[in-house]
């Protein structure tokens, strides 16, 4: 969607999804849904809206029988509202984006368990080898050079 035009388009049809779904669609079923993104087609005759549901997941089972229910009729309020020619045939689809969330929260969350048990591990560790690795000059050398002057 690099062309202005059909952003502008997609960000409509999400404000008037959005206030239908507040405002005149009451079906029992509907959750308590966010719209969280509106792809539209080049030629703009499909538009995919992406939405997500708070709760459980018969939650949102029932929020996108719902959605597929009311698809008509806020078709018909997106090309009433919109002015065009042809609306736009509307796809409803679950985002994925929570479930992402969660599954990276859950990895970070065994990443800094085992950063803790390294840490653990760490505090009554000693060097395997010397203290001060490092080579340094004996002093015996030191002697014997100032006794040969």
């Known amino acids: 969607m690099t062309n202005p035009r059909i952003r502008k388009i997609a960000d409509r049809i999400q404000v008037i ?25 080049g030629d703009s005759q499909q538009a995919t809206i992406f939405y997500t549901v708070l709760g459980e997941d018969t939650d949102l089972a029932n929020t996108a029988a719902a959605l597929e229910s009311a698809k008509g009729l806020i078709r ?37 368990a085992s950063d803790a048990e390294v840490e ?24 014997e050079d100032d006794e040969d002057e």
């Not at 029992?28 to 509106?38: A, E, M, S």
């Not at 653990?120 to 004996?138: H, L, S, T, V």
């Open 17 to 41: 999804v959005a206030q239908m779904l507040e405002r005149r669609i009451k079906d029992p079923r509907l959750g308590f849904v966010t719209l969280t993104d509106v792809r539209v087609t």
């Open 76 to 112: 018909s309020e997106v090309a009433k509202q919109l002015g065009m020619r042809h609306a736009p045939s509307l796809t409803f689809v679950p985002d994925a984006i929570p479930e992402a969330a969660r599954h990276l929260d859950e990895v970070l969350a065994l990443a800094k």
């Open 120 to 143: 653990a591990a760490r505090a009554g560790a000693a060097y395997a080898g010397e203290p001060d690795p490092y080579k340094k000059p004996r002093e015996d050398d030191d002697l």
